[in-house]
Every structure is written in structure tokens, then in C-alpha cells.
């Protein structure tokens, strides 16, 4: 079992660059979180799909902020532009249902210039 | 108040000792329970689950108090590969899930 698979594992951009983080869950699981952790604010959820419909991106935090899940297989977490406050580790989760065990992906470390 | 309350510690433990971790949670909602351990630089990891009853797993003990909303972890004779951060984790209320900020845990020989 492959697990949760993410892209890139480090990112460097500057400042005004989109950037684009990828997601592929495990075979089966219905359900994708995104979540983003910074040593001030802890693991805060960004948006979550079940069978590939968001179902609450209240903690997206802005506009800036897009995701999509096309199909059971791929998501993105689009940040258009990116700032420097944006700097933090991405995670990608997927469980069987919203409420089940989280797996997690390795995580993408994002740093904004 | 907060929706999870977690003591960011760090606590810092002998190894053989017995520490425990509280957490509280404010949504009365909240069906399901879980703990898991994030090491440095690394993802979180399921440790186990939280059982109405109680549960353990080997040197780990998760324990759920409805009535007074909070979850504990005990760890009896800690080893330094415990060493590391454990998040309480609430799931329930129109399918929310949250994460607590973590409590670190540094076992010492």
C-alpha cells in the first residue's frame, strides 16, 4: 500500500508565484482533507472532500486559497498569489469517511520568499 | 473557550516514568476520539483511538470523560522513542474534524 502520496515535498517560491500542491489518497478512501501546519497556529483544517465534493472550506483563508478534487484519485491546493505568510507545511489526509482514521501524506514544505 | 484545549508542554520525563496528557474539547457533539503522535519533521500517525469504555494498547492507556469533555493519554514506563508531539483529535458536529496544537513529550535517559 502506497499511502498518501504528495508533490512536491519542498517548494521555494518568491512572493506573487502560484503555486500548486498535489494529493493522491489512498485507493478506497472516501474522504480528503488539507490541513496546514506553522509552528504559531498548529494543524488547522483547510477544506475537506467526501466523494470528491467539498464539504467545508471554512478554514480556506482567503481567496488566494483554491482546491479541487477532479476525481476519487487527485486533489490540488492552488495558492494564487502565494505570500510569505503562506509559509508552512501542507498536509494531505484521506480516510475511508469523514469521521474515520486520517492517513497522512508526508507533507509539502512550502517557503515564500 | 477554545474548541480543544491541549498543555503544549514540553514535558520532560525520565525514561521509566508514567506521564500523563489531557485534553479538552468544547463541542458536546463530538462522537469520536482519537490520539496521534507526530514525530519531528514528520506526519501525524494514528496512536489510537478513544473508547467510551477506555482502552489500552500495550504502555498506552485513552481514556474519554464525557461529562467533564476531556480525553487523556497515559504512557506507563516511557522509552526515549516516545519522545515526541501527541495531538488530540475530535470528530463529530456536521462532520468536523479538529485537531488540538499538541503536546510535547521529551523522554530523557
Known amino acids: 500500500d502506497a499511502g498518501v502520496i504528495q508533490s512536491p515535498r519542498h517548494e521555494v517560491t518568491e512572493m506573487g508565484q502560484e503555486v500548486t500542491l498535489r494529493c493522491k489518497p489512498i485507493s478506497g478512501h472516501n474522504s480528503l482533507f488539507w490541513y496546514r501546519q506553522t509552528m504559531m497556529r498548529g494543524l488547522e483544517l483547510l477544506i475537506y472532500f467526501n466523494n470528491n465534493v467539498p464539504i467545508d472550506d471554512s478554514g480556506m483563508p482567503e481567496d488566494r486559497f483554491s482546491a479541487k478534487m477532479p476525481n476519487a484519485s487527485f486533489s490540488t491546493l492552488k495558492i494564487q498569489p502565494s505570500e510569505p505568510r503562506d509559509s508552512a507545511v501542507y498536509f494531505c489526509a484521506s480516510s475511508p469517511g469523514p469521521q474515520g482514521t486520517q492517513y497522512f501524506g508526508p507533507g509539502t514544505r512550502l517557503l515564500v520568499l | 473557550r477554545k474548541e480543544v484545549e491541549q498543555d503544549p508542554g514540553p514535558f520532560n520525563v525520565p525514561e521509566g516514568a508514567t506521564v500523563a496528557f489531557n485534553c479538552t474539547y468544547s463541542n458536546s457533539a463530538s462522537q469520536s476520539f482519537f490520539w496521534y503522535r507526530q514525530d519531528c519533521r514528520k506526519e501525524p500517525k494514528l496512536l489510537m483511538s478513544?473508547?467510551?469504555s477506555g482502552n489500552e494498547d500495550g504502555r498506552f492507556t485513552a481514556q474519554l470523560n464525557r461529562a467533564s469533555q476531556y480525553i487523556s493519554l497515559l504512557i506507563r514506563d516511557s522509552k526515549l522513542s516516545d519522545s515526541a508531539t501527541y495531538l488530540c483529535v475530535f470528530a463529530g458536529g456536521y462532520q468536523k474534524v479538529t485537531f488540538g496544537t499538541g503536546t510535547k513529550l521529551q523522554v530523557i535517559p
Open positions: 478513544v473508547y467510551s
